[in-house]
């Protein structure tokens, strides 16, 4: 049977040509790349190149790349690095307790960690969403206090596909810190900077814009796997004068951020499929919205009002289609498909629950809605002909 996999958002399958790099990395390269000898300066060489072309990418400069394992560990280190180095992690002995934005819908590696802060003394506000999943920019506006020192909001979501106003966003963010009365504890712990702002945005670097100035964001969170890349190996932007502490500690790699030796041939796998996604990221999105559109078109004929699309249809990713069918049991419709031979999922793979998706819950309906969820994340590889199978297996199932 010929696999059809659809399940890109939870993680993709490497592309050829940066397997051909990595393999090639992993018998040349296998040098400590903090060594002296001739071995250790090629892999420093290797090491530095891949952090050049990745910088360019996101139009940083080289010492602003931070090598990690992955958007867990990065998401980890922006947040907690970020009070780390003002509080020691436990804010309970200030005066006046520090606060931090982000939204119901993030990442779970993302909310565990507010989550952790909070019993460490620190003010969480969690924003809530539209029935489209978009963050309204005027309760944004309305949360930002003088103690808000830290900002984090997903570039687009990684079940619903969601794309948030993240430039409009970091416009709010810099009008308040210009316009702040009350300065005392933003000169305190950041320097006279106000709030840090960051974004995961794993999700994003083959389909949208991720240029860091454009974005106005301080921190920004790279993961291999979702850009046809290896897994294991990701990184965090982290704009220069952007106070910072480690949270794995060793031999000071990366700058003192991250330390262990680096994955020379994984990091120049991850500059590969960065060049990739730059060079075809235009004409894939526009291929992939076509497939999408017409997917949604021929499952909306199917389904009827008995389904229900989670997330604005325009305003996501052009992979990702997500929706739930009433009266239709999802987990059992994947295991199906997968049968079947295609390869979909129900809600992020990072979670282990039975209580459906957190991420659906707050787009608000019936709690069928989170239950009864299904999302569809189209690849490099899918075709039309992927998407009239599809269609024709979901009609056989559906009627029985």
């Known amino acids: 049977m010929m696999r059809v996999y659809l399940d890109n958002a939870s993680t993709t399958q490497i592309d050829p040509r940066v397997l ?21 300066v090629e892999a420093k060489k290797v090491l530095a190149e891949s952090r050049k072309k990745i910088a360019e990418f996101f139009g940083a400069h080289s010492d602003e790349i931070v090598f990690t394992s992955g958007g867990t560990e990065s998401n980890n280190l922006a947040i907690l690095g970020i009070f780390k180095s003002r509080f020691g992690l436990s804010a309970d002995y200030l005066d006046s307790k520090p606060h931090v934005i982000t939204t119901e819908i993030e990442h779970s590696s993302t909310l565990e960690c507010f989550k952790q802060l909070e019993k460490e003394g620190v003010d969480v506000t969690y924003l809530s969403v539209n029935e489209e999943g978009i963050v309204n920019l005027s309760e944004f506006k309305k949360a930002l206090r003088p103690e808000t020192v830290l900002v984090s909001i997903q570039y687009a979501n990684n079940e619903i596909g969601v794309v948030q106003p993240i430039r409009e966003i970091s416009k709010a963010l810099r009008h308040f810190r210009n316009n702040s009365s009350a300065k005392s504890l933003q000169l305190k712990v950041v320097e006279n900077r106000g709030a840090i702002f960051h974004t995961d945005a794993s999700q994003t670097p083959a389909y949208l814009d991720c240029n860091v100035e454009r974005l106005g964001v301080d921190l920004l969170t790279i993961d291999g796997q979702k850009i046809y890349g290896p897994k294991g190996v990701g990184a965090l932007y982290v704009k220069r004068g952007t106070l910072i502490s480690p949270i794995i500690l060793g031999g000071g790699q990366e700058g003192s951020l991250r330390s262990g030796t680096e994955n020379v041939p994984m990091i120049a796998g991850l500059a590969k499929a960065f060049e990739i996604c730059g060079n075809e990221r235009e004409k894939e ?16 004929k199917m389904t009827g009002t008995k389904m229900i699309l989670n997330g604005d249809l325009k305003n996501r990713l052009p992979n990702n289609l997500n929706f739930s069918i009433k009266g239709v049991d999802t987990e059992f419709l994947t295991l199906q498909l997968d049968a079947k031979g295609f390869a979909v999922s129900t809600k992020s793979a990072c979670l282990d629950s039975g209580a459906g998706s957190y991420v659906i819950r707050a787009l608000g309906g019936g709690s069928w809605r989170s239950k009864n969820s299904l999302r569809i994340t189209f690849g490099r590889w899918t075709t039309m002909a992927d998407c009239s199978k599809l269609i024709l297996v979901l009609k056989k199932i559906l009627k029985k």
Do not use: D, P, Q
């Open 285 to 300: 999105s526009k291929r992939l919205t076509k497939l999408r559109n017409y997917f949604y078109s021929e499952l909306f």
């Open 20 to 40: 051909k790099e990595i393999v090639f990395h992993l018998k040349n390269t296998f040098g400590n790349a903090g060594s002296i000898h001739k071995e250790g």
